[in-house]
């Protein structure tokens, strides 16, 4: 049975144990643990347990939005699939005709067929990748941080199909910085980033195709990695974009061994 909960106190062997098994510990975990300790505390997260004769065999941090009809599996702890099973059960139930995305460990085979089986969508793995320093190479070209004046202009290049729209990323900029790369008074570039957290993330980082392969999205990067401070920077990079990859790498990021993922959504019906 699911149920919501507030304490992980009881549970801490059961976290361990899913969480020593490189093929079941949640990405998010192990990028960091708070997603699953701080959850409590976080607006719109909730913690559910799946008790099965009288033993934990699941542990689920989602974030619920409503108004949006949206939900993400924040942290997914089972080597169970009659936990998985009755995750489900419990949305399908309550959460018709949301959309549900996860981010999954591609280790995780288990998981990965109950999606399949549910009719998910995957994209490509992601190659995790810090930023453990700031490039040395000094950058010539145009970086600025975002004013108002660049507004309209943003929005007109900004990517359309994401949640953080141009217009939500500047209602939320005590959360995100966003840096623009200009030439001759003309945006050419921008990088959405957050800023707000122990361990911030890119979130869209874009140049216009005439624009390419001349340093800028180096450039963004590095100005943002370098004020971001003592907090760490993490990225997600299709593991088949190698030209991308490339790019983090020159910007200071390096890659991540045993931290990958992937990513699945699923609408369940309103049926």
Same mark, same amino acid.
């Given at each position: 049975?699911?149920?919501?909960?507030?304490?992980?106190?009881?549970?801490e062997?059961?976290?361990?144990?899913?969480?020593?098994?490189?093929n079941?510990?949640? &990405?998010?975990?192990?990028?960091?643990?708070?997603?699953?300790?701080?959850?409590?505390?976080?607006?719109?997260?909730?913690?559910?347990?799946? =008790?099965?004769?009288?033993?934990?065999?699941?542990?689920?941090?989602?974030?619920?939005?409503?108004?949006?009809?949206?939900?993400?599996?924040?942290?997914?702890l089972?080597?169970?699939?009659?936990? !998985?099973n009755?995750?489900f059960?419990?949305?399908?139930?309550?959460?018709?005709?949301?959309?549900?995305?996860?981010?999954?460990?591609p280790?995780?085979?288990?998981?990965?067929?109950?999606?399949?089986?549910?009719?998910?969508i995957?994209?490509?793995e992601q190659?995790r990748?810090?930023a453990?320093?700031?490039?040395n190479?000094?950058?010539?070209l145009?970086?600025?941080?975002?004013?108002?004046r660049?507004?309209?202009? !943003?929005?007109?290049?900004?990517?359309?199909?994401?949640y953080?729209?141009?217009?939500?990323?500047?209602?939320?900029?005590?959360?995100f910085?966003?840096?623009?790369?200009?030439h %001759?008074?003309q945006?050419?570039?921008?990088?959405?980033v957050?800023?707000?957290?122990? %361990?911030?993330?890119?979130?869209?980082?874009?140049?216009? &195709?005439?624009?390419?392969?001349?340093?800028?999205e180096?450039?963004?990067?590095?100005?943002a990695?370098?004020?971001?401070?003592?907090?760490?920077m993490?990225?997600l990079?299709?593991?088949?974009?190698?030209?991308?990859?490339r790019i983090y790498?020159?910007?200071?990021?390096?890659? =991540?061994?045993?931290?990958?993922?992937?990513?699945?959504?699923?609408?369940?019906?309103?049926?």
């Amino acid at each position: 049975m699911l149920e919501e909960i507030t304490s992980l106190d009881r549970y801490e062997a059961f976290i361990n144990e899913v969480c020593s098994d490189t093929n079941y510990v949640d &990405p998010h975990y192990l990028y960091d643990s708070n997603n699953l300790y701080g959850a409590f505390e976080k607006k719109d997260q909730h913690v559910y347990a799946n =008790i099965y004769n009288g033993s934990i065999d699941g542990i689920f941090v989602l974030l619920i939005l409503p108004i949006e009809k949206y939900i993400e599996m924040i942290i997914g702890l089972s080597k169970s699939e009659h936990a !998985y099973n009755e995750l489900f059960k419990y949305l399908e139930k309550n959460y018709k005709g949301y959309r549900y995305d996860f981010v999954i460990n591609p280790k995780n085979i288990l998981l990965k067929n109950i999606l399949t089986s549910k009719n998910a969508i995957f994209e490509n793995e992601q190659q995790r990748m810090i930023a453990r320093s700031t490039t040395n190479k000094e950058y010539t070209l145009d970086v600025q941080l975002y004013s108002k004046r660049w507004k309209q202009a !943003y929005i007109d290049i900004h990517v359309k199909e994401t949640y953080w729209t141009a217009e939500k990323v500047l209602s939320a900029l005590d959360r995100f910085r966003v840096f623009l790369a200009i030439h %001759q008074e003309q945006l050419v570039g921008y990088l959405d980033v957050t800023y707000a957290y122990k %361990q911030n993330e890119p979130y869209s980082l874009i140049v216009l &195709p005439k624009y390419q392969n001349l340093g800028y999205e180096q450039a963004l990067l590095s100005k943002a990695i370098q004020m971001n401070g003592i907090n760490t920077m993490m990225t997600l990079v299709d593991v088949n974009e190698k030209e991308e990859i490339r790019i983090y790498e020159e910007a200071g990021f390096e890659r =991540i061994k045993g931290q990958n993922s992937v990513f699945a959504t699923i609408t369940i019906c309103d049926k």
